[in-house]
């Protein structure tokens, strides 16, 4: 099972312009809302019309704009499962399952209670879904989805409507169920969390164009632009400037690392991100390599940890950037390791591990 991907349309505000390959199981396209996703998968399923460009699903052209071909939706066998998931609100969940499935009745019948047990929706045949809490609609969807059996499955922020305990609980259901699902899957969303959980592939996008495209853990561990080390959870970011091959100066902080191995001789960077759970804030300022004297700005409460926001200290100096307090940057610290000072306001030490650093 395949899916080869490269279009482009023109859209109100950017070109989309998405080119990518994958193979069987589950793609995460990540991006903030607006950012082409969405238009991307309505493009594969037929629903809106790239400019140019090509569509081959399972070795099956279903889009040439050269070829003149474009399959209608009908004729592409995909599986699309909308955010307000689209059930017909004058059909009972079991006749919502059977919309599109061919056979006979009794195949039909069989088939639907399959999809029911697999669901975990018994009982429920006779309901409409007006009836149905928010998950129970989600999993007929699902359901009416699987039991088409499609090429593809595309699945457009199908969290997006529930609260955060319902959507962890489906998160763990709907990666179960999908197990038996042994084709390609895209699911676009906004929710690093989503993508991280359910995606063996994930691609992150900014403005119509894809930014990066890789295994899941490394686009998140080691992301390569700005945008994509923001989307995937990393909220510290600063312009930064190679001065030799140990030393990095991170101008929007007013900092500058002394690195604990060389750095590549041709390594362009032109950012640096360093995530949270990796600063060390410390009661004492040091003179100590990599730590820096900050002002805490705020302190943001969890149940089991801080969240505190800092700024290092200004330098008096021809630099516009030094006469102030720089960006602010995100640390965190267990409530076993925090003091009474830990008040905006007050000052104390952050020591940075630079085998931490993101080079962007």
Sequence with gaps: M?????????????????????????????????????????????????????IVLNGKVVFDSDKKINLPPQKRKVGYLFQNYALFPNMTVEQNIMTGMMGSKQEKQKKVKEMMELLKLEGLEKQYPMRLSGGQQQRVALARLLAYDPEIMLLDEPFSALDSYLK????????????????????????????????DQTMTMKAGQVLQFGKTKEVFFLPKDPVTARLTGCRNLSIANKIDDFHIEAIEWGMVFEMKEKIEKDREIK????????????????????CFEVMIVDV???????????K??????????????????????????????????SFCCLCVDTASILFL
């Design 2 to 54: 395949s899916l080869q991907v490269k279009i482009r349309k023109k859209l109100k505000d950017f070109m989309l312009e998405v080119e990518f390959q994958t193979e069987s199981g589950m793609l995460g396209i990540l991006g903030a809302s607006g950012c082409g996703k969405s238009m991307t998968l309505k493009s594969i399923a037929g629903l809106i019309t790239p400019d140019e460009g090509k």
């Design 168 to 199: 962890e609980q489906l998160q763990m259901q709907l990666k179960e169920i999908l197990s038996y699902y042994d084709k390609t899957i895209l699911m676009v969303s906004h929710d690093r969390s989503e993508i991280y959980r359910l995606s």
């Design 271 to 290: 950012s640096i991100g360093i995530h949270e759970r990796e600063l060390q804030l410390q009661e004492h300022i040091t003179e100590n390599t990599n």
């Design 300 to 310: 943001l409460e969890e149940p089991y940890e801080y969240h505190v926001l800092v």
């Design 312 to 345: 290092t200290k200004g330098v008096e100096s021809e630099n516009k950037l030094d006469k102030r307090w720089k960006e602010e940057i995100w640390c965190s610290v267990k409530k076993e390791e925090a003091w009474e000072g830990l008040k905006k306001g």
